[in-house]
């Protein structure tokens, strides 16, 4: 892409602002997926459990979650880059002010699944955007292939084995699972590719 960094750290306006709106959109995506009523993404299985058992709304939780992941680089030696500071924040402070705005669902199954797609797509968006700008992976991004890495075990195991660790835990602290969990596992990797094609194509003709 013209705008991919030539390192995590190579900054200019338009490459932060593709950065900053792909997040934005990422973070509301997981909201309307939380406001659907009928389960959250893995990740905010786990942010909604932490926030039922402690002051931390669901955005700060996933702040907090994020930084922690984030300090698990430290032994793994994986460098954080602008995009991985900026999606800690952003991501956080999008989901939350989603919240906020966007009404929940309750007893209307044509509006939640709608909300599930719709966020779905979101997120599926906001990742080939923020990826593409070249400026780091996100905290999980960067433990899954550092593992991978050092163990040399398959990315894919490693990413699955920290997605069902994360929502098995959020699930014992009364995350809630769903339709929507599932249908998030099942087409949040055809969102992303959708998105890296259309933004190639994009990329390529403009």
Known sequence: MRWTAQHRWDLAPARIAILFFG?????????????SHIG?????????????HSPLSIGAATFLVSSIILLLWLPL????????IANIIIIAVALQTGLNIIPRVNHNALLSLTFVFGGIALVGMGSSLYITTG??????????????????????????????AALSIGALLGGTLGIGT??????????IAINLAVVKHFAATN
């Open 77 to 84: 030696r994986e460098r954080p880059g602008f995009g991985t």
């Open 23 to 35: 997040l934005t959109i990422f973070g509301l995506g997981d909201a309307l997926i939380i406001q």
């Open 135 to 164: 400026l780091g992976p996100g905290p999980r991004d960067g433990l899954m292939t550092s593992i991978h890495k050092k163990s040399g075990v398959r990315v894919a195991r490693v990413r699955l084995g920290i997605e069902i």
């Open 182 to 191: 599932a249908l998030f596992a099942l087409f949040i990797g055809q969102s």
């Open 40 to 52: 959250n993404a893995p990740w905010s299985v786990l942010a909604q459990g932490i926030s039922r």
